[in-house]
């Protein structure tokens, strides 16, 4: 698990979403144990009450859930959840800001679809992916 | 065990007020970061908590008891100061017997364990310690002491990259492991940022903030990229640290993160970045 402290995020929030990207990429599996929040506070040398928070966030969510006497789990369905709540975001954090810059550099919607397809450059359509 | 009250505080020292009527509360359970320039009175502080001196006016409590000539409360207490006070030809580990009298909570074994790991030769003499080793062994002591509340004073005082990394682990798996109230006065404000979970900062014997770390680092923002647009989105926001280097500018916004202005530093081409405490601290210190 890496996170970048330098983000202006809240650090528990940073880890909350350093935790979502483990379970989407497999690292923590649904209903396994995940690591302590005594062992990320001592290895991120974080408060353990902002460890608690990241964590709790996704208490909260329903991502994570608590065994008592045992720990921190990841809850069954929790990576779709994640893909849902990543996918509504996905338009306002990525396209928008897509479409604002290629306006700056006033590349048309055509062409942003062209390179989508094509994979490339705007004229280079010889990737595999064209016809 | 572990509230203390710092009810209108004051030391004077001559004609020097070391501390003005200085009111705190410290809660149970929680790492406060003590944070004050030099001759700010952190020291002085921490020496009126544990009864070393005595106010000039107002008193400490520790959940409601004096602190004043009070054994009782006092031995829940553990302060690594920044003098070494124990005997100097005694070797450390005779150190750690002769500690475990006085706090009977202490962890002889503990504090052999983490000396070792810390390359701590507890068979040498206090006086042939290194700077960095003394405070090693101060700081061994503290964090074995079992203590309701740990006062540390310059902790990491010589100490080179790798001790500090394990210090500061050894500090929250510590804590973690039995929660207590811990106090860190130090200069080293970015590496105890993420450590703390208060900063209470002083200024000429005046304490001017006592805030959670994380509060203090949503109200405000750094923002970069090319001095005349900096300059630009600034304009009329109230800022500090400005840094310039070439065309490249860089400030700290003293603004909530949630209030920045996203399409003007777009419009702009500015990037936004985390405030740092260290900043924030320079400029209400100075």
New interface residues.
């Given amino acids: 698990m890496l996170i970048d402290?330098?983000?202006?995020?809240?650090?528990?929030l940073q880890l909350a979403e350093a935790i979502e990207d483990n379970i989407l990429k497999g690292i923590f599996e649904e209903e396994t144990q995940i690591v302590s929040?005594?062992e990320i506070?001592?290895?991120?040398?974080?408060?353990?009450?902002?460890a608690g928070k990241g964590v709790n966030v996704l208490v909260d969510e329903g991502i994570l859930y608590k065994k008592r006497g045992l720990g921190m789990f990841v809850s069954a369905g929790a990576k779709e959840k994640i893909l849902e709540k990543r996918r509504n975001s996905f338009y306002k954090e990525y396209v928008q800001s897509l479409l604002?810059e290629a306006a700056k550099l006033s590349i048309s919607k055509e062409d942003i679809i062209k390179m989508i397809v094509g994979g490339n450059g705007i004229e280079d359509n010889s990737d595999k992916g064209s016809k | 065990m572990k509230t203390i009250q710092i009810k209108g505080v004051s030391k004077v020292y001559g004609h020097t007020k070391a501390l003005d009527k200085v009111d705190i509360t410290i809660e149970s359970n929680r790492i406060y970061g003590l944070l004050g320039r030099n001759g700010a009175g952190k020291t002085t502080l921490l020496n009126l908590m544990t009864n070393r001196i005595f106010p000039t006016e107002g008193e400490i409590l520790i959940d409601g008891e004096t602190v004043f000539e009070n054994d009782r409360v006092l031995g829940n207490i553990f302060y690594m100061t920044e003098k070494n006070l124990y005997p100097e030809d005694e070797r450390v580990r005779n150190i750690y017997k002769w500690i475990k009298e006085f706090y009977p909570s202490f962890d002889v074994e503990y504090a052999k364990d983490l000396s070792e790991r810390f390359g701590l030769d507890t068979k040498k003499k206090v006086k042939s310690l290194s700077t960095g080793y003394a405070s090693i062994f101060k700081a061994v002591a503290a964090l074995a002491s079992n203590a309701d509340i740990v006062l540390f004073d310059e902790p990491v005082l010589g100490l080179d990259a790798n001790h500090r990394d394990m210090f500061y682990k050894e500090l929250i798996s510590n804590y973690s492991e039995s929660p207590k109230t811990i106090i860190i006065s130090t200069h080293l404000i970015e590496e105890v940022a993420s450590v703390i979970e208060e900063a209470i900062i002083i200024k000429e014997g005046k304490l001017i903030l006592k805030q959670s770390v994380e509060e203090l680092l949503s109200g405000a923002y750094l923002v970069s990229g090319e001095a005349s647009k900096v300059d630009k989105y600034i304009q009329g926001r109230k800022c500090i640290g400005i840094d310039a280097i070439g065309s490249f500018k860089s400030a700290t916004v003293l603004e909530a993160v949630n209030n920045k202005d996203e399409a003007l530093a777009e419009e702009l081409e500015l990037e936004f970045g985390k405030a740092e405490l260290q900043k924030l601290f320079i400029s209400l210190t100075n």
């Fill in positions: 402290f330098n983000s202006e995020k809240p650090i528990y929040t005594t506070s001592v290895k991120y040398k974080i408060n353990p009450a902002t604002e």
